[in-house]
Each structure stands twice: as C-alpha cells, then as structure tokens.
C-alpha cells in the first residue's frame, strides 16, 4: 500500500497530465515517480518567448515536507539561475509549504522567467549586467535562448 508521500505524488502526477500548466509538460520518469522530465515554453513578452527548456526536478524522500529540487537542463542567461541551472527562488528554499504542490514550483519558476530579480542572484555576474546594462543583458538572453533552447 502506498504510504501518504507516495499517494500525494501520484495524485499530482495525475492531475499534472489531466490540467497540464499552461506552456509546460511534466513527465514522471518511467522508472521513478519522482522525478520528472520537464518542458517550460518561455513565457510571451519574456527575452525567453520563443524557446522550450528543459528542467528536471525531484522529489526528495520527505515530499512534501521538504521542496522538490529543480534545475535547469538548457544553458539560460538569467541572474537567478546559475551555470550549474540552479534556480534561486523563495519557494523551493525557506519559502517552501507542503501545501505548495509541483504545479505551484513550475508556474513560480515560468514567472521568474518573466520577471528575473538581479536583486536576489544565484548570477552575480548575470545580475551585474541586468542591472547596469539591462538592454545588453535582455540582448544576451535571447542570444542564448535562440541558440540554446530553439530546436
């Protein structure tokens, strides 16, 4: 019998498929329930618009009580978003609230796309130029979403 962690991923796995987030799959891996294969569509308006991204993100044994770890796959231009595609983000550190759900964590991070924070950085070097030369680093973020997340 599924124990209560289990039975919870399961529900939001279900309901993921059926009531997907607008722009973005999520697809449990056929050998672990807890991680997921995600695809994020920049968001309209976004130096992002026009790319598909790639994350993955796992849910650890204590789910969730504890928030799911999610990176990015596709390199990203993003002062909170690091090189490694470490996500800096309330939510998936000491803002995190088992009653958030994972649909919660990628709509979060697909409004991080729209509106990065150079004042919270996980990018210093990123958040500089963002707030110094905001033109050349909105430039810099399409660069890198047309050759990195456009097929």
């Not at 891996?29 to 991680?35: A, E, G, K, V």
């Not at 650890?60 to 090189?83: A, G, Q």
């Not at 309330?90 to 994972?102: G, H, R």
Request: aromatic content about 8%; charged content about 20%; proline content about 10%.
């Amino acid at each position: 019998m599924a124990n209560g962690s289990t039975r919870r991923i399961l529900v939001e796995t279900k309901n993921l498929s059926k009531d997907p987030p607008p722009g973005i799959s999520a697809t449990p891996d056929d050998s672990n329930c807890r991680y997921f294969h995600i695809v994020m569509a920049g968001p309209q308006g976004s130096p992002y618009e026009g790319g598909l991204f790639r994350l993955e993100l796992f849910l650890p044994e204590n789910y969730p009580l504890s928030p799911p770890n999610v990176r990015f796959l596709t390199k990203i231009y993003h002062p909170n978003i690091d090189k490694l595609g470490r996500i800096c983000l309330d939510i998936l550190k000491d803002q995190w609230s088992p009653a958030l759900q994972i649909r919660t964590v990628l709509l979060s991070i697909q409004a991080l796309l729209s509106s990065p924070n150079p004042d919270d950085p996980l990018a210093n070097d990123v958040a500089y130029t963002w707030k110094t030369r905001t033109s050349e680093a909105i430039i810099r973020a399409k660069d890198w979403t047309r050759i990195y997340a456009m097929e």
